[in-house]
């Protein structure tokens, strides 16, 4: 269960990040933004990384849990974009900080989750190989995507990126999933 404490720093640090690059935030700005302790934020997070995360996976990964499906990733990959346009500074701030990695994981368990969506429409066989292999890569893509999308200032309309991502999703992975039954 969510308490008022882990929203209140969340919005925080995204206020704090316009500011300050992710490294040089305090627990002690953080705490004092969000009207809480010190002792508040230690008893929900670890670090700031901690809350970072929390922030990424409940403002992007619980809308887009929710009714994933193969008839819709595309609109979910759009609103996972729009996320990262509109909180653009946090984004690049953790791409830049420390643990950059944490964003990378982020995006490559975001973008696996809708590629498996797709997978599953087009081939039951969830955990064979060959599924686990695209789900990986083109998991990997729509992350790697993403972040060169950042980096160069979110300039591509978004509707460009579904676009292409749903081409490429969609078509190779029925036809490498054909291929891999005939053979």
């Known amino acids: 269960m969510v308490s008022h404490a882990e ?7 995204k206020i704090l990040v316009k500011q300050l690059p992710l490294d040089k935030i305090t627990i002690d700005s953080l705490a004092d933004l969000a009207h809480v302790n010190r002792n508040t934020f230690y008893y929900h997070f670890d670090d700031i990384y901690d809350l970072l995360k929390w922030t990424l996976e409940h403002d992007i990964i ?3 849990q929710c009714d994933l499906t193969a008839q819709n990733w595309s609109e979910k990959y759009e609103i996972a ?6 909180n653009k500074q946090l984004c690049l701030e953790a791409l830049h900080s420390q643990k950059h990695d944490l964003l990378e994981k982020f995006l490559f368990e975001l973008g696996s989750q809708m590629v498996q969506s797709v997978m599953l429409t087009i081939d039951n066989a969830k955990s064979s190989p060959i599924a686990e292999d695209l789900i990986d890569f083109y998991g990997s893509a729509i992350a790697a995507q993403i972040i060169k999308w950042l980096i160069t200032d979110c300039k591509t309309p978004q509707e460009r990126l579904v676009t292409r991502a749903h081409l490429i999703l969609n078509g190779a992975i029925e036809f490498i999933t054909s291929k891999h039954i005939a053979e």
Do not use: I, R
């Open 7 to 13: 929203p209140e720093l969340a919005n925080a640090l």
């Open 81 to 86: 974009l729009s996320y990262v346009a509109a």
């Open 62 to 64: 619980m809308q887009l």
